[in-house]
């Protein structure tokens, strides 16, 4: 599942979700033809509405690691301009 408010990331996914095609005649990437089957739409309609919830735990545990000194060990991956990710701290 892809979820963007950009439009040329959604034409994008919408290329490469049908074998890299616009027009099912010319193949301008190597895509794929991916389809959900009833238990996994099932699962993804129950599970969704919690990922903002999962993702606001996942940027907590991502602060608490820092505040704890994490940050002098390791370098962790930092968001891009816009973006807000589950597992780090902004």
Request: aromatic share 6%.
């Amino acid at each position: 599942m892809v979820v963007t408010d950009d439009a040329g990331v959604a034409e994008r996914a919408r290329t490469l979700r049908f074998h890299g095609s616009t027009d099912k005649v010319t193949y301008t990437e190597v895509g794929y033809n991916s389809r959900l089957d009833e238990l996994q739409a099932g699962l993804l309609r129950v599970l969704l509405p919690e990922l903002d919830g999962w993702c606001d735990g996942r940027r907590t545990a991502a602060r608490h690691y820092e505040e704890a000194g994490l940050g002098e060990l390791v370098q962790r991956p930092r968001p891009v301009d816009g973006a807000d990710p589950a597992g780090t701290s902004t």
